[in-house]
């Protein structure tokens, strides 16, 4: 009966087929110790002459590390064992004799390892930290999934800009052109108006010149949006949520974490309520400590590393000023100058994983904001149209997939939070 590698503690004493690769191998004369991965775990198979005729015992003697193979035997629990299990092999089929493999289990640089990225996959850590991918991605869906939230994706192909002209990317479209979306943001807020509670989750691209280990071309994000709710909704949410993809995922990937060698002790701490600062208390602070920062910009990862660094849980910076940020915040009524908005900036460096804001809810304002940014009111009449039938408070907010994982398993860098990274250099395999 085929098992996988993760699910053999059901079988102990009985006889299993595990199907892989082969990822390490040692033999001391007439034993062969043969490491078997399979995607959910590692295997030691032991291979004895005897068990063995003499031509598959010399095979696999040879057997170049990623060749495939198929291992019957009893499965046998032994605590020595990596991963707690041996199986005691009775037959051995070998798939396909590998080539000479190009990734060793020693260390590689990254620009290497990046030109190998389709093999680099499958790796530990990698596979490590694709399955916590995968967690995060559920516990996403089944938080807003359980509390009513409507799943209505938003367009990739759009005619106009959402976050800012500058990290446009444009695509021909037939006769026209078209460009690929920075945030479905503007369409779930369409969505909302017609469902009341909405996300939308998918991969969005902003052509980032910038070449920092937060950044990517192409990154995945999940916006809700929700009719009839102010800045303080938006907040509350966004803690409560966050607090759930931890704790789900610390609940659920207690290996992988342990592969990863993260610490998760931090990560415990993560519960509502987070800390909440205003963008003048933060300026006030970063001056205080010596940055020199002036009143009006957007903080950058120095800034907020400073901020985060005084918080055990991710902190959330409120009200910055209108003219750092995009045109369909919504004003502060009690200072004009501020938008209603708010980022989350995650612990250890990892910097803002969320940006949300109420929206503009006043047609006038709205137009005035569109035009002062420059942007084409002809391709934005039909979100005007959300203020001019039934116009409500509303907000929400974006979290960036690849950052939250990259803090999640303490990942340095966020290239290695998705399976194919696209970056400014970047785009192979
Ligand atoms: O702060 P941003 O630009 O917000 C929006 O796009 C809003 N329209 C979202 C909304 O309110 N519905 O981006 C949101 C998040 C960031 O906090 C960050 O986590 C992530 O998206 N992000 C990136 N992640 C990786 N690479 C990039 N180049 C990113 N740009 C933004
Ligand atoms: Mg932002």
Redesign the pocket.
């Known amino acids: 009966m085929h098992a996988y590698v993760e699910e053999l503690a059901k079988h102990v004493g009985q006889e299993v087929t595990v199907k892989g690769w082969l990822y390490n191998r040692r033999s001391s004369g007439k034993i062969q110790f043969l490491q078997v991965r399979d995607g959910t775990g590692i295997v030691q198979c032991i291979l004895t002459e005897d068990a063995a005729d003499k031509s598959r015992f010399e095979a696999c003697e040879h057997l170049p590390q990623e060749s495939s193979l198929v291992v019957t035997g009893v499965c046998r629990a032994d605590k020595r064992a990596p991963g707690g299990f041996e199986l005691t092999a009775r037959e051995v089929s070998i798939v396909q004799v590998a080539q000479n493999y190009p990734i060793s289990l020693q260390s590689h640089g990254i620009g290497f390892l990046m030109e190998h990225r389709h093999l680099w996959l499958r790796s530990r850590k990698q596979v490590a930290t694709l399955r916590i991918r995968a967690t995060v991605i559920k516990a996403i869906r089944d938080f807003f999934d359980s509390r009513g939230f409507i799943l209505a994706d938003s367009p990739i192909l759009t005619p106009a800009a959402?976050?800012g002209t500058s990290t446009l990317f444009e695509v021909g479209y037939f006769d026209d052109k078209a460009y690929l979306s920075?945030?479905g943001?503007l369409y779930?807020e369409a969505a909302a108006m017609a469902l009341g509670k909405v996300y939308c989750f998918g991969p969005t691209f902003?052509a980032?010149r910038s070449k920092t280990r937060?950044?990517?071309t192409e990154?995945w994000?999940v916006?809700p949006?929700v009719a009839f709710a102010d800045l303080d909704d938006v907040m509350r949410l966004a803690e409560e949520f966050i607090s759930f993809i931890v704790s789900t995922t610390l609940g659920r990937c207690k290996e992988e974490l342990k592969v990863l060698e993260r610490d998760t002790v931090r990560l415990e701490k993560v519960t509502p309520p987070f800390p909440r600062i205003s963008y003048d208390e933060a300026i006030k602070m970063l001056t205080e400590s010596g940055h020199d920062i002036k009143w009006g910009g957007d903080f950058g990862a120095p800034e907020e590393t400073a901020i985060s660094d005084r918080y055990e849980k991710p902190v959330m910076v409120h009200r910055y000023p209108m003219a750092c940020k995009?045109f369909y915040m919504k004003t502060d009524p009690q200072d004009e100058r501020l938008a209603l908005c708010v980022d989350v900036i995650a612990p250890e460096g990892v910097g803002?994983?969320?940006?949300?804001?109420q929206r503009e809810d006043r047609l006038e304002v709205l137009e005035k904001r569109i035009a002062e940014n420059n942007l084409s009111k002809e391709s934005l009449e039909w979100y005007l149209d959300l203020r001019r039938f039934g116009s409500v408070p509303h907000g929400?907010?974006?979290?960036?997939l690849?950052?939250t994982v990259a803090w999640i398993c303490g990942t340095e860098h966020?290239r290695e939070t998705i399976p194919f990274p696209r970056m400014l250099y970047r785009i192979y395999p």
């Open positions: 959402c976050e920075q945030s943001q779930a902003r980032e937060r950044h990517l990154f994000m916006e949006e995009a803002e994983i969320i940006g949300g804001s929400g907010f974006g979290l960036g690849e950052r966020i």
